[in-house]
């Protein structure tokens, strides 16, 4: 089992920043990669970043160049670093671990930008 605690969420404005953290505990040796999540209201929840045990990282297109994923394997967290914020990124995000077996999610951090 891996747990996820996600922080760093808030009410930011447009063109601010805002620094997610995930800290994962538990069977951290099975990780495989971790990714951040997030869902709007009333859409589907989508992949917005991840990083791999390795370093490779993926970004949905729509974040590239604003966001940076990253992870410090000794603190066993992951970052989720958001620049240049857009009322469209108002979401719930989630933190995820892959296992070899199953995603494990956090409760979710609710970021909202204003406009």
């Known amino acids: 089992q891996v747990q996820l605690v996600e922080s760093g969420g808030g009410l930011v404005q447009a063109g601010g920043s805002v620094r997610l953290s995930c800290v994962a505990s538990?069977?951290?040796?099975?990780?495989?990669?971790m990714a951040w999540h997030r869902q709007a209201p009333g859409k589907q929840r989508e992949l917005v970043a991840s990083i791999t045990i390795g370093g490779s990282t993926y970004y949905t297109d729509s974040v590239k160049g604003r966001f940076t994923i990253s992870r410090d394997n000794d603190k066993n967290t992951a970052y989720l670093q958001m620049d240049s914020l857009k009322s469209e990124d108002t979401a719930v995000y989630y933190c995820g671990a892959m296992t070899r077996l199953k995603w494990y999610w956090g409760q979710g951090t609710q970021v909202t930008v204003s406009s």
């Open positions: 538990g069977d951290i040796f099975d990780i495989t990669a």
